[in-house]
T-cell receptor
């Protein structure tokens, strides 16, 4: 079945460091891929998405490219800020229905 | 446009009781999904409703049930509560497509504590 495998955390970075959170997926057909972010005490917010191979999603300095050949959707940001401290979830939506499959989440802490 | 709202935000129950959680989706969204989030298991899919019909179901016991009303509002019910049901229950809504694949918009969640 469809699934998402996400880099284990927690991740601690200094402000202005480069961020990569790895995400790979298994799916039949051509899923849509998403990154969500969850700040403490809140629900999940959509960060970015990509709906077909080679699409690049971007938002707030974060980027991720849909790589079908490597079944990956890694999240990157060139210079993290303290305000980026949160839990990040990779997710996919399969070819049928509206069921989402989420990764386990990666906790990011950015220290000044 | 108002976001997804969930009520109540916090709930404390005792073992054996039952509980009903409510979710109001974004206006125009007809798909509503429910998730259970715990530190140990992460985010687990409970079920999804579309046009008052359950379209997908996760791997949870029958104590977990849900329904959707004609105005797309949804409720989930947990009967005979167990300590392990303590979790953050998240509701998400998305735009009406039969094929799915649209992003989901999440509510703030209901924090359920079972004592």
């Amino acid at each position: 079945g469809d699934s998402v495998t996400q880099m284990e955390g927690p991740v601690t970075l200094s402000e202005e460091a480069f961020l990569t959170i790895n995400c790979t997926y298994t799916a039949t057909g051509y899923p849509s891929l998403f990154w969500y972010v969850q700040y403490p005490g809140e629900g999940l917010q959509l960060l970015l998405k990509a709906t077909k191979a080679d699409d690049k999603g971007s938002n707030k300095g974060f980027e991720a490219t849909y790589r079908k050949e490597t079944t990956s959707f890694h999240l990157e940001k060139g210079s993290v800020q303290v305000s980026d401290s949160a839990v990040y979830f990779c997710a996919l939506s399969g070819a049928t229905g509206n069921q989402f499959y989420f990764g386990t989440g990666t906790s990011l802490t950015v220290i000044p | 446009k108002a976001g997804v709202t969930q009520t109540p935000r916090y709930l404390i129950k005792t073992r054996g009781q039952q509980v009903t959680l409510s979710c109001s989706p974004i206006s125009g969204h007809r798909s509503v999904s429910w998730y259970q989030q715990t530190p140990g298991q992460g985010l687990q899919f409970l079920f999804e409703y579309f046009s008052e019909t359950q379209r997908n179901k996760g791997n949870f016991p029958g104590r977990f049930s849900g329904r959707q009303f004609s105005n797309s509002r949804s409720e989930m019910n947990v009967s005979t509560l167990e300590l392990g049901d303590s979790a953050l229950y998240l509701c998400a809504s998305s735009l009406p497509t039969l094929a799915g694949r649209n992003e989901q918009f999440f509510g703030p969640g209901t924090r359920l504590t079972v004592l």
